[in-house]
């Protein structure tokens, strides 16, 4: 079996507290180098693609630099999820390593930074973005697109990036972003998307006929090396097994992980957690 991707939470520690993110219940963590190490080698045969995030900041690792060698020393494509606060401080790490993509969630700062500070936090992202584009996909992400309350902190980071990219506000904001999203520059794009919802385990969810790609094209693996079917999985409520412990055939090849997917197969909800996620494939 391959993945098209894998998720690796490097941290689950966060320097910013949005009101939308998952509360997670698990201890905090940077998963050490060591450690990394060993989930590289163990799903180096299952993809090509790994996606540095679940939650977290992963530039908040202290040994950033000595995981993107590591990723990069087996041939491995590294994908990025960041809030975008530590790009000036790690961009030197960034810029020195081949990097596939990354996303920077723009939407994070509204909540996290004072508004004095908005413009500078745009000026350094935004820069960040323009030199490394030719090496590196960046995709600016928007998602707070339902919330009234966000519209004066929309406002100004269009006016920004229609100046970045000399781009006229009204193609920024009519534009369908859906997909890849609309290009701003070669290699930069905008995502604008209403804010993601969180599936709660707490609540009883009616979408019980849907299928999904977790274990069919995605796994995600938590810093204390718990794997779960998908990036949505927050709090392990399907852990599947231990990365550290176990070989991930085995844990691919465990009951659970063989009715969840045989499940998404026949269009059918096994997790109570799954009828609550908004990340589905409606029947």
């Known amino acids: 079996m391959r993945f098209k991707k894998i998720y690796i939470e490097i941290t689950n520690s966060c320097n910013f507290d949005c009101s939308f993110c998952f ?22 045969p299952f993809t090509n693609y790994i996606y540095l995030h679940v939650l977290g900041e992963p530039l908040l690792h202290p040994q950033l630099d000595e995981i993107l060698t590591i990723a990069e020393s ?11 606060s530590l790009i000036e401080r790690k961009k030197d790490i960034l810029s020195n390593h081949s990097i596939r993509q990354i996303n920077i969630s ?25 030199n490394i584009s030719p090496k590196t996909y960046v995709s600016l992400r928007l998602w707070n697109t ?16 229609s100046k970045q990219f000399n781009l006229s506000t009204d193609i920024l904001l ?12 070669e290699h930069i794009f905008l995502q604008r998307a209403p804010r993601f919802e969180w599936p ?16 069919r094209d995605h796994i995600a693996i938590l810093s204390n090396g718990q794997v779960v079917p998908c990036c949505l999985d927050a709090n392990a409520n399907m ?14 090849e ?6 969840i997917k045989k499940g998404f197969e026949q269009h059918k909800v096994v997790e109570p957690i799954c009828a609550t996620c908004g990340f589905f494939k409606l029947i």
């Not at 339902?146 to 990036?161: G, H, P, T, V």
């Open 106 to 130: 723009l939407h994070d700062a509204e909540e996290n930074i004072d508004s004095t500070l908005w413009e500078n936090y745009f000026q350094q992202v935004l820069g960040f973005a323009t």
């Open 239 to 252: 852990k599947l097994g231990d990365i550290f412990t176990e070989n991930l055939t085995d844990i691919l």
């Open 146 to 161: 339902s919330n009234a309350s966000s519209d004066e902190f929309n406002r100004l980071c269009i006016l920004k990036l």
């Open 200 to 215: 709660d385990e707490t609540q009883t969810g009616a979408q019980i006929l849907k299928t999904c790609y977790a274990l």
């Open 74 to 84: 087996t041939g491995l494509n590294i994908n990025i999820t960041t809030n975008g």
């Open 254 to 259: 465990t009951k659970r992980a063989i009715d």
């Open 174 to 185: 009519s534009k369908n972003t859906n997909g890849n999203g609309l290009k701003l520059a």
């Open 23 to 44: 509360k997670t219940t698990r201890q905090k963590k940077f998963m050490s180098v060591e450690e990394f190490r060993l989930i590289v080698e163990k799903i180096r």
